[in-house]
């Protein structure tokens, strides 16, 4: 009898057992499919008496189909699976799913028909047509695909294939990537750097779990020196893994990339087409692809021979994720290199207070870069006081930022405005009777966004066109903008500098690659003077002629009673100060307050990184914070408020009473009405020491609830 546990792919069943017909040969990790009812599914076989599976007589075991045509996972994988299932109480399908990208990259033929413009023309134009072909250029996918991007429906782009207007192209799915060459661009290092580098070159060769920090200031090159750990797991035959928090920044990076290693890396994020994932994910599997740069899910792909994994930007909070499985892509690369016994850099200039407390500890390996590249200087940062020296009535730009503008526009030197809110600005109100439009699914104000004549809901979506009157009191023409966004500081600063070219730098506006790396391009080629814009641009951008930040509202970030609040203002400041003065022109950071006293803007304008390091630490040994003690947050919804209120009372009544956990709550979560789902959220603080998950699991395990009830464990949770 031969008999196997698998884990499979769309079950929240757990794993399950399975008979392997004679003749066919699985190994453990091998990817199969078999039957679940009526249905066939995906399954991954595990290793014996790793995870319990419901034991089902021998006689009853239904047979495996087949065995994929890939490589077994590789065993760390295997268990990195169980780590983040285990972790974050997620269940290890949903994890699975991730390793096999919901196995879209197994489905499919390994060819397939792309299509793309032949130079032919169409018989009639039609608006339609004329809107496809202008955004035809230069593309080519399949039908389904091309439809989503010029925004016509497949019906019109067949009627263009039928003139001969497209024409189809066989593409092999499979087909290899350019192979990037380590020797193509060698920079020569400073002193600094190649100290540096020389500690990874040594990691990498001597393989073994070696997690570093990599902590440098802005404009130090720690991407040149990442470059170099690359390079020597190139050598030896090794993939590389790079994690990016953001396609804007992956535009910019692969660009350097190019011009280190002479061709383009695989790439892999959410917004890939379903051949491109399936042509990485084998390339990936196989060994094939050489260096792939990611976003946080690259972390579960089942490289063949995985030598280094780089987490750039590693104090960004996007590495966490925010729905299925909540886990911090940070700490996931940690366990990978740990399974996988190879070395982790994480390069930060503004590290996360975790991750500098385990270099301190000395389980991290720091390493630093303390000047940046060519004798450029930090920029000198100094504040505003709003309280002393205010903007002009509905103006955000205070006279002394203005100057200073004004004076880099006369030495056509380049500025950034930064300012954490997208739109125009983040409340509209009735000027008659006070009414402010809210997002019916959430507790949110709409947002107006005025150059693309809407009032959107940054949490689920939800868009309306600004309405001609008031809801409520019918008044015309009666809606005003409070507050400012940042399409209203780009038309402020439109009206004090007419001449000046101002570009909006958001998700709104750089949400595709192309539009990315065009701003990139533009930026760099100085056809842009002023940027406004969100965090977006606070980070990971080389911009030479830039020698002014702005600061507009510094405060922002402050409000609210998060206990990582302070950090983040922190990290989100320094990181778009780094942005000023990176080639030869000195730079100059304003930062806009009304609390030029709080601990975090004296410790930035002092450019005392360690003041501030230290005040936070205290904070958060006092209120038992990471590191000091674990945070966990349970989250309870339903589309019925009551219904989600006397479920999180329920379980908050059956609260384990511990010694080393204590739990509050419940109380409506910060986002009390999201997507149409009333959420209540209870708050467990641990103990360093304390078994947290197993304690969660065993409480939330005991209660049987309704579908209509959601219950969502978030393992160290970015706000708290
Ligand atoms: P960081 O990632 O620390 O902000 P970068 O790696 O982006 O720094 O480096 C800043 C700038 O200095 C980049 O334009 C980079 O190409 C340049 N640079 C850094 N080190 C070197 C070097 N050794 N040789 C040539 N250029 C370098
Ligand atoms: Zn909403």
Same mark, same amino acid.
């Given at each position: 009898?031969?008999?196997?546990?698998?884990?499979?792919?769309?079950?929240?069943?757990?794993?399950?057992?399975?008979?392997?017909?004679?003749?066919?040969?699985?190994?453990?990790?091998?990817?199969?499919?078999?039957?679940?009812?009526?249905?066939?599914?995906?399954?991954?076989?595990?290793?014996?008496?790793?995870?319990?599976?419901?034991?089902?007589?021998?006689?009853?075991?239904?047979?495996?189909?087949?065995?994929?045509?890939?490589?077994?996972?590789?065993?760390?994988?295997?268990?990195?699976?169980?780590?983040?299932?285990?972790?974050?109480?997620?269940?290890?399908?949903?994890?699975?799913?991730?390793?096999?990208?919901?196995?879209?990259?197994?489905?499919?033929?390994?060819?397939?028909?792309?299509?793309?413009?032949?130079?032919?023309?169409?018989?009639?134009?039609?608006?339609?047509?004329?809107?496809?072909?202008?955004?035809?250029?230069?593309?080519?996918?399949?039908?389904?695909?091309?439809?989503?991007?010029?925004?016509?429906?497949?019906?019109?782009?067949?009627?263009?294939?039928?003139?001969?207007?497209?024409?189809?192209?066989?593409?092999?799915?499979?087909?290899?990537?350019?192979?990037?060459?380590?020797?193509?661009?060698?920079?020569?290092?400073?002193?600094?750097?190649?100290?540096?580098?020389?500690?990874?070159?040594?990691?990498?060769?001597?393989?073994?779990?070696?997690?570093?920090?990599?902590?440098?200031?802005?404009?130090?090159?720690?991407?040149?020196?990442?470059?170099?750990?690359?390079?020597?797991?190139?050598?030896?035959?090794?993939?590389?893994?790079?994690?990016?928090?953001?396609?804007?920044?992956?535009?910019?990076?692969?660009?350097?990339?190019?011009?280190?290693?002479?061709?383009?890396?695989?790439?892999?994020?959410?917004?890939?087409?379903?051949?491109?994932?399936?042509?990485?994910?084998?390339?990936?599997?196989?060994?094939?692809? $050489?260096?792939?740069?990611?976003?946080?899910?690259?972390?579960?792909?089942?490289?063949?021979?995985?030598?280094?994994?780089?987490?750039?930007?590693?104090?960004?909070?996007?590495?966490?994720?925010?729905?299925?499985?909540?886990?911090?892509?940070?700490?996931?690369?940690?366990?990978?290199?740990?399974?996988?016994?190879?070395?982790?850099?994480?390069?930060?200039?503004?590290?996360?207070?975790?991750?500098?407390?385990?270099?301190?500890?000395?389980?991290? $390996?720091?390493?630093?870069?303390?000047?940046?590249?060519?004798?450029?200087?930090?920029?000198?940062?100094?504040?505003?006081?709003?309280?002393?020296?205010?903007?002009?009535?509905?103006?955000?730009?205070?006279?002394?930022?203005?100057?200073?503008?004004?004076?880099?526009?006369?030495?056509?030197?380049?500025?950034?405005?930064?300012?954490?809110?997208?739109?125009?600005?983040?409340?509209?109100?009735?000027?008659?009777?006070?009414?402010?439009? $809210?997002?019916?699914?959430?507790?949110?104000?709409?947002?107006?966004?005025?150059?693309?004549?809407?009032?959107?809901?940054?949490?689920?979506?939800?868009?309306?066109?600004?309405?001609?009157?008031?809801?409520?009191?019918?008044?015309?023409?009666?809606?005003?903008?409070?507050?400012?966004?940042?399409?209203?500081?780009?038309?402020?600063?439109?009206?004090?500098?007419?001449?000046?070219?101002? @570009?909006?730098?958001?998700?709104?506006?750089?949400?595709?690659?192309?539009?990315?790396?065009?701003?990139?391009?533009?930026?760099?080629?100085?056809?842009?003077?002023? /940027?406004?814009?969100?965090?977006?641009?606070?980070?990971?951008?080389?911009?030479?002629?830039?020698?002014?930040?702005?600061?507009?509202?510094?405060?922002?970030?402050?409000?609210?009673?998060?206990?990582?609040?302070?950090?983040?203002?922190?990290?989100?400041? @320094? $990181?778009?100060?780094?942005?000023?003065?990176?080639?030869?022109?000195?730079?100059?950071?304003?930062?806009?307050?009304?609390?030029?006293?709080?601990?975090?803007?004296?410790?930035?304008? @002092?450019?005392?990184?360690?003041?501030?390091?230290?005040?936070?630490?205290?904070?958060?040994?006092?209120?038992?914070?990471?590191?000091?003690?674990?945070?966990?947050?349970?989250?309870?919804?339903?589309?019925?408020?009551?219904?989600?209120?006397?479920?999180?009372?329920? /379980?908050?009544?059956?609260?384990?009473?511990?010694?080393?956990?204590?739990?509050?709550?419940?109380?409506?979560?910060?986002?009390?009405?999201?997507?149409?789902?009333?959420?209540?959220?209870?708050?467990?603080?641990?103990?360093?020491?304390?078994?947290?998950?197993?304690?969660?699991?065993?409480?939330?395990?005991?209660?049987?609830?309704?579908?209509?009830?959601?219950?969502?464990?978030?393992?160290?949770?970015?706000?708290?």
């Amino acid at each position: 009898m031969n008999r196997v546990r698998l884990l499979v792919l769309n079950a929240a069943l757990g794993p399950l057992d399975y008979r392997v017909p004679d003749g066919m040969v699985v190994k453990p990790g091998s990817v199969v499919r078999a039957p679940l009812g009526p249905r066939e599914i995906f399954g991954i076989v595990w290793d014996e008496g790793r995870l319990d599976a419901n034991s089902v007589p021998d006689s009853k075991l239904r047979p495996i189909f087949g065995v994929l045509p890939v490589p077994p996972l590789p065993d760390e994988l295997r268990r990195l699976v169980e780590w983040t299932a285990d972790y974050y109480c997620a269940s290890p399908a949903a994890v699975a799913r991730m390793v096999l990208s919901s196995g879209g990259a197994l489905k499919g033929p390994a060819t397939m028909t792309e299509y793309r413009l032949s130079g032919a023309e169409p018989e009639r134009m039609t608006a339609q047509r004329e809107q496809a072909m202008d955004r035809l250029q230069g593309e080519q996918a399949t039908l389904r695909e091309l439809a989503a991007l010029t925004g016509v429906s497949e019906g019109v782009l067949r009627g263009l294939v039928n003139q001969g207007v497209l024409e189809p192209v066989a593409v092999d799915c499979d087909r290899p990537f350019p192979r990037a060459d380590s020797l193509y661009a060698v920079p020569v290092l400073n002193p600094e750097q190649q100290a540096v580098a020389d500690r990874f070159i040594a990691a990498v060769s001597d393989g073994g779990f070696t997690p570093f920090l990599l902590d440098g200031v802005t404009g130090s090159g720690k991407t040149e020196v990442y470059f170099e750990a690359m390079a020597a797991a190139l050598e030896r035959g090794k993939q590389v893994l790079v994690l990016l928090p953001e396609i804007a920044l992956t535009e910019a990076f692969l660009k350097r990339f190019e011009d280190r290693f002479g061709a383009a890396p695989v790439t892999w994020h959410s917004s890939l087409k379903s051949t491109e994932r399936r042509r990485a994910w084998r390339a990936i599997a196989s060994g094939e692809a $050489q260096v792939v740069v990611g976003a946080r899910s690259a972390l579960f792909l089942p490289y063949a021979k995985l030598g280094l994994i780089v987490v750039d930007e590693a104090h960004e909070i996007s590495f966490k994720q925010d729905d299925g499985v909540r886990y911090n892509a940070r700490d996931v690369a940690i366990m990978r290199g740990r399974f996988a016994k190879i070395p982790v850099v994480l390069a930060s200039a503004t590290p996360a207070l975790e991750s500098l407390q385990m270099a301190e500890s000395g389980v991290y $390996q720091r390493v630093e870069l303390s000047a940046r590249y060519g004798g450029a200087q930090l920029p000198a940062i100094s504040v505003v006081d709003l309280r002393n020296d205010p903007p002009p009535r509905g103006r955000w730009l205070a006279p002394k930022l203005v100057e200073q503008l004004e004076l880099r526009a006369e030495r056509g030197e380049q500025s950034l405005l930064f300012l954490n809110r997208r739109g125009y600005a983040p409340l509209t109100l009735c000027r008659h009777c006070g009414y402010r439009f $809210q997002c019916p699914n959430c507790s949110a104000w709409l947002v107006e966004h005025r150059f693309s004549q809407r009032l959107a809901c940054h949490h689920c979506g939800h868009e309306t066109p600004p309405p001609p009157a008031c809801p409520e009191c019918g008044t015309q023409d009666c809606l005003v903008a409070c507050g400012p966004g940042v399409e209203r500081i780009a038309d402020e600063v439109a009206e004090l500098l007419p001449e000046a070219r101002v @570009a909006v730098a958001t998700s709104d506006t750089l949400n595709t690659p192309e539009r990315a790396s065009d701003f990139i391009a533009m930026a760099q080629a100085k056809q842009i003077d002023v /940027i406004v814009g969100t965090q977006l641009v606070t980070k990971g951008f080389h911009f030479p002629e830039l020698t002014l930040v702005g600061v507009v509202d510094a405060d922002l970030g402050l409000e609210g009673g998060d206990l990582r609040a302070a950090e983040r203002t922190y990290q989100q400041i @320094a $990181q778009v100060a780094g942005r000023a003065g990176r080639g030869t022109k000195p730079g100059e950071v304003l930062i806009q307050t009304r609390h030029p006293d709080a601990p975090v803007i004296t410790a930035l304008a @002092a450019g005392d990184r360690d003041a501030f390091y230290a005040a936070e630490t205290e904070a958060r040994r006092e209120a038992g914070a990471p590191p000091f003690g674990r945070w966990a947050a349970i989250i309870v919804s339903s589309e019925d408020e009551a219904e989600a209120r006397d479920a999180a009372r329920a /379980i908050g009544g059956k609260r384990p009473e511990l010694p080393d956990i204590a739990i509050l709550g419940p109380a409506p979560a910060p986002l009390a009405l999201l997507r149409g789902r009333y959420r209540y959220r209870l708050l467990v603080n641990a103990r360093r020491t304390a078994q947290l998950q197993d304690v969660i699991r065993e409480w939330l395990g005991a209660f049987q609830l309704p579908n209509s009830i959601r219950v969502s464990v978030d393992i160290d949770p970015y706000s708290f």
